[in-house]
């Protein structure tokens, strides 16, 4: 396995005359602020690189406390990469850095791959308080809030389908477009009610995991799970499209349960590889079931294949933040580019980061 070695090796290089000389990198931090108190156990780093070489380049990001050493994550700017080059702005992102409260610095250092010339470093004070006592109770509050809204939007849906079949009938008229479009929107929102009760769940894992309640956090995965596996071969009926299955959503893609990402995060911030790729992977074989799934739209299979190739990409970042990887990275960045379909190469949105072209 090939891994990224720490260090700066200083280069000469000779600009003919005449030539317009490249402006400079330079590196935009955004969070944390220095001296900040921090009210989370979990650090979200963000920054804009400009005019960024063409090659490959390596932000490495290491925490140290007061009596030891914090995490130590690599992100890596690839150029060959189509959601981040060509750009003369990128957004690097993560929220992975999980910390002990006290004061902190972080040390951030920017550095070509295969030189190993440090372009850029700084060095970055604040300190982590956690979130306040009465935080969880917003963070529940959240949580619930989007447990309520499936409910609320499917019971509206399913009162305007009711609504439509006994118009229907008193009028004697076929099952028309009125009354077909009232059942798709129903489907749609048992869908969603499906998926907002997993997602309510998996927000509240987050802040339990940044208000360091490791046990609730992963207790809250475990229950989105539970109902996944209770319900996803759950189907209803609802003519004309007879038992539909409630994974599945008659209006497009459905995305994929929010807890496979949450697992994934969950463990990354441990620095567990393994299982968090497991769970991408599992993200990534929901979105090829939507893919095939039939009858499938072009639309829709485009759609799911630009997020299955996106959970790819996912995994492939992960084996350099979290394991200096870069044959791990080959693999599955390859992967990526061979899924993503073409009108989505500018699509470059990803909850997940870590490098983005900026628009």
Known sequence: ????????????????????????????????VKGAKIESGVVEFFAQLRNAPAEKLLLRLAVAGKSSAGPRHCILVDPDDPWTAPARVLNVFEDLLLLTAGAHELAVELAGVETGKVLLSDKIPFSVAGPPPAAIDRYRAEAALS?????????????????????QKADGAAYGGDAKGAAARYLMYVNLDFFQRMQGYAILASHYDRSWQQADALACLNLAEEILQKEKERTVVAAPFGAWPIVRSPEGVSKAPSHYEGYARFYARRGDLAPAVEWL???????????????????????????????????????????????????????????????????????FGPVMRAF
Not at 2 to 14: D, K, N, W, Y
Not at 311 to 319: F, G, M
Request: hydrophobic content about 40%; aromatic content about 6%; glycine content about 4%.
């Open 1 to 32: 396995m090939r891994t990224l070695v720490a260090g700066s090796i200083a280069i000469l290089c000779r600009i003919p005359l005449g030539a317009a000389e490249a402006p400079p990198p330079a590196l935009d931090i955004r969070s944390p």
């Open 147 to 167: 447990l309520a809204n499936g409910a609320r939007w499917l019971r509206q849906a399913e009162d305007d389908y009711a609504r439509e079949l006994v118009r």
């Open 281 to 351: 992977l599992k993200e990534a074989a929901w979105y090829e079931q939507q893919a095939t799934a039939a009858p499938p739209s072009q639309g829709q299979t485009t759609e799911a294949r630009k997020l299955e190739a996106e959970s790819y990409r996912k995994i492939a970042h992960l084996h350099v933040m979290l394991a200096s990887d870069l044959d791990g990275y080959a693999k599955h960045i390859a992967r990526f580019k061979a899924m993503l379909p073409e009108s989505a190469r500018n699509a470059n949105y990803s909850s």
